[in-house]
């Protein structure tokens, strides 16, 4: 993740959240990586949804953490889109790219089911689905038509091709 997605991320947090944060020196991973932050994102909406508790032992970090993963899936983040939360947990296993991806499809399906809140969707906007409907009509004339990729009308081809005249070289045997 790069320094300006992490920078628009901190602001989104700080604004729904009204912390306290220098976004240009705060690290967001740090922030994150008890899952007070990301507990109370959720409640900020849903209030009492994620019931964290804070504590400097690992195993009630992860406990937050997975909260929010259960809240935010609730919500309708894809499972692709969530993170693991050793991706927050473990230093050395870190994966911000997946931790902003979650974040920005959070953003989007907050703003989907809270569509009157205050605060701006960050990342990709959420694609609108395009359905065609098409007759039986239509359907069967298109069975009819030959397009292009079942093989070709113009340009280079194989016929007159030959191999030509057999050729004896008199010396090579």
């Known amino acids: ?25 705060e690290n967001l991973m ?21 019931k964290a508790k804070q504590s400097s032992i690992v195993f009630k970090k992860m406990e937050n ?10 919500i309708g ?19 911000p790219k997946q ?6 499809s959070l953003s989007r399906n907050l703003k989907r089911q809270f569509p009157n809140s205050k605060f701006k969707i ?13 007759t039986q009509e239509q359907l069967d004339m298109g069975k009819k038509i030959i397009s292009v990729q079942m093989g070709t009308n113009k340009g280079a081809n194989q016929s007159g091709h030959g191999t030509g005249v057999r050729q004896i070289t008199p010396g090579y045997e």
């Open 77 to 95: 983040v894809l499972d692709s889109e969530l993170f693991q939360t050793v991706d927050l947990v473990q230093e050395d296993r870190r994966n």
């Open 65 to 74: 953490i997975d909260m929010f993963l259960r809240a935010a899936k609730e």
């Open 30 to 50: 740090d922030l994150l990586a008890d899952g007070m932050v990301l507990c109370n994102l959720i409640n900020a909406f849903i209030p009492n949804k994620c």
């Open 122 to 134: 960050i990342g990709p906007k959420l694609a609108n689905p395009n359905i065609r409907e098409f």
């Open 1 to 25: 993740m790069n320094r300006s997605s992490e920078i628009e991320l901190l602001t989104w947090i700080k604004g729904i959240l009204s912390l306290k944060i220098n976004e240009k020196t």
């Open 99 to 104: 931790v902003a991806i979650c974040l920005y």
